[in-house]
């Protein structure tokens, strides 16, 4: 007699590094014409949240893309910088997600989402001061405990500052990755977005920032207003191409931290398949001519 | 020791992101501490904005009868009213449909309120877990003297939802952007909703049968539920239903109860 076994519903398979490649988001509008081009190089990132039902078509969705290419898992309401205990009910569902999906990459945000009972749909800003480190390093700590491995946190795009905050945006994130041992998502628009909102170069939140943890990027499109006193406001609003100047940073970057796996991000106003794929694509040019130039580097350094 | 008294920012942030009359909190700040302002008016925006769209993907066929701008000026109210209490957006919405039924502006529309309860009982059946439905052959292994005390297994996704008005006919026409041609509003309609697999299907359930499918799915003996069924429709046929709910994959298992 052969022993029957029991065929797993998704393959499991290590999720091992990816390296300096280019992926989008998926959505599910662009199964058909994925599914059409068959395994290709890149990875698709996943807004959690949209495959926490219990079934039906968005888990088959998600398999046929988890079939032939590396996923990236991407929470958007964990509330981790909520001063509230995490919603265990919602760790779990992440927990099953990771396990049934295998990502290669893990994320959420330095934001919160939910305050008492009321979920407001939003990555919500925090002060950043002693206190509100030790709270984010405690959810972040509990994160990592129930996934059994390391989250990368992402730096978020902010329209205004708290009076209370006594440290920098790069200094607590620093911070975060030195008590928890996280990694670090790099959402190379925030950064953009920000910086311009609240009047300071770019640059000098990328000197401060700690790169040898990013272990993901991500470029996105923003939309364009003013504040009260006609200062430019940036709305970090994944609805349209990234913006010149965040190419230009993901250039510098790349060149500092060398290629890591990129994402871009289009989350509204959705265009068709082949808009997104080109954005990858000139992602994946900038990407390459990093790791030709780590290659060289290498040599010199042989 | 972590400062408790430090991590109010979230109670003084969080009030006024859904009351328009509230100032920006004083504890935000634009550029050079210059009040927040408009600034905190993004975060204002995203979540309202947010939250009807949230709402709009639920309802589209609310939003097709009533128009954009009403339907939008209605979740708006509901947002406000009644934000979400899961971070699952999919399961937002429960309380819409009441919400609707007891809107002032809507009482000329009397049966949006049941299209409302058929859009959300379809999301509900679209994320439901997987299971097979029951075979048709399952039944006729059954002997004909047992079969009035056959119970039936809902499936996960299987639902239904009464109406007083042609609200499965008027869902049907305003789920996509075809022209819709003119409905009796007036006769009475009662949706099945189901998702043998991936698709979610609504049927228009024959005179007794909702209350027939009701029955079974609370559990209820075959023999019991069709006196229900007789008592609601003299025009009540078992064998038409019976065949109807298994073919629309109302349920996963039979199994025969204690009172045989």
């Known amino acids: 007699m052969i022993p029957a076994t029991k065929p797993a519903t998704v393959p499991i398979r290590f999720s091992l590094p990816i390296g300096g490649v280019a992926g989008t988001s998926f959505k599910p509008e662009h199964l058909p014409a994925i599914l059409e081009a068959g395994s290709q190089a890149g990875f698709f990132e996943v807004h959690a949240e949209n495959y926490m039902g219990a079934g039906g078509a968005p888990h088959r969705a998600l398999e046929a893309i988890r079939r032939d290419h590396p996923l990236s898992l991407h929470g958007v309401c964990m509330s981790i910088g909520g001063p509230q205990p995490l919603d265990r009910t919602h760790l779990a569902r992440f927990r099953s997600l990771v396990a049934r999906y295998q990502p290669a990459l893990v994320s959420e945000h330095l934001a919160w989402s939910t305050h008492e009972t009321s979920f407001f749909n939003d990555l919500l800003p925090l002060p950043y001061t002693e206190a509100t480190l030790a709270c984010v390093c405690d959810h972040i700590d509990e994160v990592q405990e129930v996934i059994h491995r390391p989250l990368l946190l992402e730096n978020p795009s902010t329209y205004v500052t708290f009076r209370e905050s006594t440290m920098s945006e790069t200094d607590f994130i620093r911070a975060i990755t030195k008590r928890t041992g996280c990694g670090l998502l790099l959402d190379i628009n925030n950064l953009f977005v920000s910086a311009t909102n609240h009047g300071y170069p770019a640059l000098d939140y990328l000197a401060d920032f700690p790169l040898a943890h990013v272990e993901e990027i991500h470029l996105a499109g923003h939309a364009e207003q003013t504040d009260d006193d006609g200062n430019r406001l940036l709305i970090d609003s994944h609805d349209g191409p990234v913006a010149d100047a965040v190419w230009q940073l993901f250039e510098i970057i790349v060149g500092q931290r060398g290629p890591v796996p990129t994402l871009v991000e289009w989350d509204s106003r959705i265009p068709e398949w082949p808009v997104l794929l080109a954005e990858a694509a000139a992602a994946q040019a900038i990407l390459d001519r990093g790791q030709t130039a780590s290659a060289a580097e290498d040599r010199r350094a042989a | ?260």
Not at chain 2, 10 to 15: D, G, I, M, N, V
Not at chain 2, 68 to 90: E, G, I
Not at chain 2, 235 to 255: H, Q, R, Y
């Open chain 2, 1 to 260: 020791m972590r400062p408790e008294a430090d991590l109010g920012f979230a109670a003084l942030f969080a009030p006024s992101l859904l009351d328009p009359a509230r100032d920006a909190p004083s504890t935000v700040a634009g550029r050079n501490g210059a009040p927040a302002g408009r600034r905190y008016d993004v975060y204002r925006n995203n979540v309202t904005v947010s939250l009807i769209e949230a709402l709009v993907a639920i309802y589209p066929a609310v939003q097709r009868i009533t128009g954009t701008d009403f339907f939008r000026a209605m979740a708006r109210f509901h947002v406000r009213n009644t934000p979400p209490s899961s971070p699952l957006l999919f399961d937002y919405g429960r309380d819409f449909p009441e919400f609707v039924a007891n809107y002032a502006h809507a009482q000329n529309i009397p049966w949006l309120a049941d299209v409302a309860r058929i859009e959300r009982a379809w999301l509900d059946a679209y994320h439901a877990a997987d299971e097979v439905p029951l075979a048709p052959v399952r039944l006729s292994a059954i002997a004909t003297e047992r079969l009035g005390d056959l119970v039936f297994a809902p499936h996960p996704a299987a639902r239904i939802v009464r109406s007083q008005y042609a609200a499965v006919t008027i869902f049907a026409a305003h789920r996509d952007s075809a022209p819709v041609a003119r409905i009796d509003a007036s006769t009475p309609e009662d949706a099945l909703i189901t998702r043998p697999e991936f698709d979610v299907v609504v049927r228009h359930l024959p005179p007794g049968g909702a209350v027939f499918a009701a029955s079974l799915m609370s559990g209820q003996p075959l023999g019991a539920a069709a006196a229900a069924a007789l008592e609601a429709s003299a025009e009540f046929d078992i064998a038409t239903n019976i065949a109807g709910l298994i073919e629309a994959g109302a349920f996963t298992s039979i199994a025969l109860g204690d009172a045989g």
